[in-house]
């Protein structure tokens, strides 16, 4: 691996934050970049630039058959002014277990969390300081061979990208309608649905926009076989609060492994929770509701934190929760995570990496 080169220059313009964010518009001055090629040793070319827009082949490999991954996370400005990162290492350990299962190469996890460290530095004025504001990171690899051809590629960019974001809740922690779909699915055993992949993301857009003329928010899928089991919303994992237990889907293959999701797992255990991961259908999420031992229902995930859920729709069955008011667990579950994040509270599980 070559070193790090900042090929940085006073024309690159300044740092300015926009007074109103909206998600994933606004990017930083810099970005970072290396190359992987095959014939000449593989990854190389690593530096920190001014970000500007790719040059790449109509024949690029990822255009045509789709290999490319990505990762999400978050820096946050501290109440004592530093700038720190959640459990990133667990992001670049994902990213490469994505990597491999697409066929591509994987990096070195900490050269590039050295890449990511020394970008922040650099683009460190980009880091908001207001309330439940911070920086999502994109990191993100793809083919770029000039090849039409299914087969692996053999030339790569890996990328990080910033964005200065606001509040995912502008009004306040709300619940949000989830609908639940039996007619699509999202991934099979054996797929890549564990994978972050762009074109699982592409493959949820139509269920999405279906859901949205419904007045529901997000779409949540059952299994591919049975279609009974629940799974993932595809923008994050869910949890079920029962009576006498909090479950979410157990890993088996076909849903992410969401870091917000292992941290909430984490945290529930350090409570004292009877926590399990196995399948949960949506007919014991209804009968149970029924009977009422259903207290809350939740997403997580790294955009939200987390999502309470106000209403769940399965077939004509409608499931009510608060609409007005998130769950209890749920919004004491958010408050515990964004107060280690922006360092209100103390680290205990040592989440937290300082940008130094």
């Known amino acids: 691996m070559s070193k790090l080169i900042f090929d940085l220059n006073e024309s690159d313009g300044k740092n300015k ?4 964010l909206i ?16 014939s000449e040793g593989g990854w190389q070319d690593a530096k920190i630039r001014k970000n500007s827009d790719l040059n790449l082949s109509p ?13 999400g996370l978050k820096a946050y400005k501290t109440k004592d002014g530093e700038i720190s990162l959640f459990r990133p290492r667990k992001n670049f ?33 980009w880091v908001p300081d207001k309330p439940d504001h911070s920086l999502y990171i994109r990191p993100y690899m793809f083919a770029v061979d000039p090849y039409i051809g299914v087969k692996p590629g ?4 890996f990328i990080i990208l910033l964005s200065p974001v606001g509040p995912y809740y502008p009004q306040g922690f709300k619940p949000v309608p ?14 890549v649905g564990e994978c972050k992949t762009a074109g699982n993301y592409a493959a949820s857009l139509y269920a999405q926009r279906e859901a949205l003329k419904e007045g529901y928010t997000q779409v949540l899928y059952l299994d591919a076989i049975e279609r009974k089991y629940i799974e993932e919303v595809g923008t994050m994992n869910m949890f079920v609060q029962f009576k006498d237990e909090v479950a979410t889907p157990r890993l088996s293959g076909t849903i992410l492994h969401g870091i917000t999701r292992m941290s909430v797992l984490e945290i529930l255990k350090d409570w004292d929770f009877n926590v399990n991961e196995r399948d949960i259908s949506i007919h014991e999420i209804v009968d149970s509701y029924n009977e009422g031992n259903v207290v809350e229902l939740f997403g997580t995930g790294t955009a939200a934190v987390i999502s309470s859920i106000s209403k769940l ?25 964004t107060d280690i994040q922006y360092g209100r509270k103390k680290d205990r599980f040592n989440w937290m990496t300082i940008v130094k």
């Open 178 to 191: 989830i609908i639940v779909t039996d007619k699509y699915v999202r991934a099979v055993r054996g797929g």
């Open 23 to 38: 998600f994933g518009r606004t990017f930083t001055t810099h970005l970072f970049e290396m190359e992987y090629i095959e």
């Open 313 to 337: 729709k399965y077939n004509e069955t409608i499931l009510n929760f608060n609409s007005d008011h998130a769950g209890e667990l749920g919004t004491k579950l958010y408050k515990e995570l």
């Open 93 to 125: 350990e994902r990213l490469n277990r994505s990597a491999e299962k697409m066929c591509i190469p994987e990096i070195d996890i900490d050269f590039a969390l050295n890449g990511l460290m020394e970008l922040i530095k650099v683009d460190k004025d």
């Open 59 to 71: 024949a690029a490999s990822v255009i045509h058959y789709g290999q490319s991954i990505f990762e």
């Open 154 to 157: 053999e030339h790569y960019k």
């Open 17 to 20: 934050i926009p007074e109103e």
